[in-house]
């Protein structure tokens, strides 16, 4: 009994230290990340920066949300290349990152396994994020341009976008990644979204900043490799 009652203490110990940690985290990169989410019907102006939501989610029919986070560095601090290539630098680092992530292993558990190889890292780093690429067996790239890539998504009735775009303020460049979801009003189609669960919401942002935050981390230490050769 004794040593049953240490092993229970150890891992509500490691599980307490774990929340404890995961919020310290959350908080940290909260002080570091510009971040606003809504509720509800979406704005008809989010139609000029996600091009890809169909004209009639933006009606009362819908029930929507919006979620963005973004964070700035300065234009000198990153690669001297393209804004393209900086972006798919920056694309194939976080999705390779998020493919090593809980939230990607559930996804893996649930996709076909014609697409389980999009999981992989060699197929993410082999990718430019061109129209109709497929990445961890969800994501489905709808448009793609030199300073902004919208993927599609659909699961259990939620259909939504992920967005990833850059582009200049001042001497700064501002990353940004978005999520929308949205889902019919009308009781009998009215589906719950993830992101209407707190903790699976906690998690996300979770994972959003931190993938925003250390990318851009990856980009500028990149410029360094690069200048120190």
């Known amino acids: 009994m004794p040593a049953l009652l240490s092993v229970s203490s150890f891992i509500l110990a490691a599980s307490l230290g774990t929340i404890a940690y995961l919020a310290l985290l959350h908080r940290c990169l909260k002080n570091r990340i510009d971040h606003e989410k809504r509720y509800g019907t979406l704005p008809s102006s989010d139609a000029t920066t996600i091009t890809t939501i169909p004209s009639e989610v933006y009606t009362s029919e819908y029930y929507a949300l919006h979620d963005r986070a973004s964070r700035r560095v ?123 669960n707190p903790v699976l919401r906690f998690f996300h942002e979770l994972a959003a900043w931190w993938l925003l935050d250390s990318g851009v981390k990856y980009l500028v230490d990149l410029d360094g490799e690069t200048d120190s050769e």
């Open 74 to 196: 300065p234009r000198q601090l990153l690669p001297h290349q393209k804004d393209a290539d900086i972006l798919t630098l920056f694309l194939r680092r976080n999705m390779t990152a998020f493919a090593n992530f809980p939230q990607a292993y559930m996804l893996w558990a649930i996709s076909p396994v014609e697409t389980r190889p999009t999981f992989h890292a060699s197929h993410i780093s082999s990718l430019d994020f061109n129209q109709g690429d497929l990445i961890c067996g969800i994501y489905r790239v709808l448009e793609r341009s030199a300073d902004k890539v919208e993927f599609g998504m659909m699961h259990k009735g939620v259909e939504g976008r992920l967005v990833f775009r850059l582009w200049d303020e001042d001497k700064d460049v501002v990353f940004a990644s978005e999520t929308a979801m949205w889902t019919r009003t009308d009781e009998t189609q009215r589906a719950t979204m993830p992101l209407e």
